[in-house]
């Protein structure tokens, strides 16, 4: 009888070990189930934590970014059709976006970092014109953005991509606000008084994408 008591007691404490902290529960109060298993995947540690796996919560980004046809989205904003902008093949951008104000991230296991703040861009050219539509969503909360630019090649000063050092937010185990920072790849269209960008995924595919709208926009400028 003495051992049971024992592991009951055991068990018992493990149980409330594993009870996520109130400064958590504070957080994800009026969230859906898969709100609240993504932000306990962000802000959860310890061995005792139960959060997700990374390759559950990149299955999440895919589901959520293959829910729309959102090349047909960016045809659709600009009332064109796609025979229309083969000017060179539709340019696809995705990538999380790290914004220290706007979401959480975190550095998996497998030492890539992800975040709760996901991008997809998708660029279009025509003879005349560069149509820049961009979709931005929340994995831990029902928010989402959609923008869509028009430029003349003439008013384009450059296309570009870099690497910078972004600041984010994340909470140590007292649930209190650190600072951190992460290495992030981005495109960029610049125009007089303004810059648009994306977030995209650093690899050899997207470097030569580039390249091609950089020769694009130095022919159109007669450069």
């Not at 600009?78 to 979401?103: C, T």
């Not at 890539?112 to 961009?134: C, E, H, K, N």
């Amino acid at each position: 009888m003495g051992i049971i008591i024992i592991l009951i007691i055991i068990a018992l404490v493990v149980l409330w070990l594993m009870r996520d902290p109130a400064w958590l529960r504070e957080i994800y109060k009026k969230k859906s189930p898969e709100q609240k298993a993504v932000i306990r995947y962000f802000l959860r540690e310890g061995c005792l934590a139960r959060t997700m796996k990374d390759e559950e919560y990149d299955a999440i980004i895919e589901r959520l970014a293959n829910s729309q046809d959102f090349k047909k989205n960016a045809l659709n904003k600009f009332g064109l059709d796609e025979d229309q902008v083969q000017e060179i093949p539709p340019v696809h951008f995705e990538g999380y976006v790290f914004n220290r104000e706007k979401a959480y991230v975190k550095k998996g296991k497998d030492d890539l970092y992800r975040s709760s703040l996901y991008q997809i861009t998708w660029i279009l050219f025509s003879d005349t014109q560069v149509y820049f539509y961009q979709y931005t969503f929340n994995t831990d909360e029902n928010t989402k953005s959609e923008t869509a630019d028009e430029y003349f090649y003439k008013d384009i000063t450059n296309f570009s991509h870099a690497t910078t050092t972004d600041e984010y937010t994340y909470y140590d185990k007292n649930g209190k606000k650190q600072i951190g920072n992460v290495e992030n790849t981005k495109f960029q269209i610049t125009v007089p008084g303004d810059k648009m960008w994306a977030a995209m995924k650093q690899c050899e595919e997207n470097e030569n994408v580039v390249k091609a709208m950089k020769n694009k926009l130095r022919e159109k400028k007669g450069v």
